[in-house]
């Protein structure tokens, strides 16, 4: 089994860590500030792990290893630019992010043959600030959706059936499979990723914005704005070959909202604490790639501007 090389000290790049800690993985930890990274994890049955030392700088990296990017797309630019002297062996690349539009960075750095993987997780953590220091809670149990963008065969169901795609991605699946279960693989990974960006789409924004829990925006108040979100969200994903039905990605939005009620969203939090939000990368994609098939799509161009004008 290859290494995992986890960049970033992020709420789910820690979590991936002291997953892979607890399931007996090697992994090494690249945070960007080492004194913000999370010293140990607490899992939901009371348990701890402590995460080992993070290491301070890329390494050239064999074939066998895999290296996961769980950033903001905003970051994983720079991040990929850091790396890209150390992948020279062409171990798989790995990207995990909320939001569309790394995968047209991952492209333009690495290639169109590059050994890559797109991945979505709904698995929760939390990174939180004690007096010992940076930990991660684990907050919701979830799976990680997983795929290549470049392949397009028959849907193997199982991890048994990887043998179907290239040995190299099939290895790095089973082996982020064994740091952080369950990992789905996903012949189809863009109609999951955009499955994914219409839920961020609405929940996101809206509790940003109105400053609430995500089980508050299928409150009657929102309706009116949810439909509007996923009606464009539809036509634009139909514009691009992805068969979505408005009803069902509203359906969809609010089970979500109500499994992750309690939660504050990723936004939400941002906000918060005054970061730079990943509008840009949720409705701000969905505004794009409608702009560039003439599609208007007035909710998400009023929403991306709204959020942008909140206060950081
Ligand atoms: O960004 C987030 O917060 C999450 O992706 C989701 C699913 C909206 C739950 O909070």
Not at 43 to 72: C, R, Y
Not at 278 to 301: L, R
Request: charged fraction near 15%; aromatic fraction near 6%; include cysteine.
């Amino acid at each position: 089994m290859g290494k995992l090389h986890i960049v970033g000290g992020g709420a789910i790049g820690s979590l991936v860590a002291a997953s892979a800690q607890k399931n007996g993985v090697p992994y090494d930890c690249y945070p960007r500030d080492m004194k913000t990274m999370p010293s140990c994890a607490h899992w939901q049955n009371g348990q701890t792990t402590a995460l080992k030392p993070a290491t301070p700088s890329p390494i050239v990296l064999p074939k066998s290893d895999v290296l996961i990017f769980p950033l903001k797309v905003y970051q994983l630019k720079a991040a990929l630019l850091q790396w890209l002297p150390y992948l020279t062996q062409q171990p798989t690349v790995v990207l995990l992010h909320n939001g569309m539009g790394g995968l047209e960075v991952a492209r333009d750095l690495l290639g169109g043959d590059y050994p890559l993987l797109l991945a979505t997780t709904s698995h929760g953590a939390l990174k939180v600030s004690t007096s010992s220091g940076f930990h991660v809670k684990y907050t919701g149990v979830g799976a990680t959706q997983i795929g290549a963008p470049n392949i397009n065969k028959p849907s193997p169901q199982t991890l048994a059936d990887l043998s179907q795609i290239a040995p190299q991605l099939a290895s790095a699946i089973a082996t982020l499979d064994k740091a952080l279960p369950p990992v789905q693989y996903q012949n189809n990974i863009l109609k999951a990723l955009w499955t994914k960006l219409s839920v961020n789409a609405v929940i996101n924004p809206l509790t940003a914005l109105h400053n609430i829990q995500n089980k508050h925006i299928a409150k009657p108040e929102f309706e009116q704005s949810r439909i509007s979100i996923c009606n464009e969200f539809t036509q634009v994903a139909d514009a691009y070959g992805l068969d979505f039905d408005a009803l069902s990605v509203h359906e969809n939005v609010l089970s979500v909202a109500k499994a992750t009620g309690e939660n504050y969203s990723s936004m939400h939090q941002d906000v918060a604490h005054g970061r730079q939000t990943e509008i840009d990368a949720i409705n701000g994609y969905i505004v794009d790639m409608a702009t560039k098939k003439g599609i208007p799509v007035p909710e998400n161009t009023l929403l991306v501007e709204r959020v942008k004008a909140l206060k950081l």
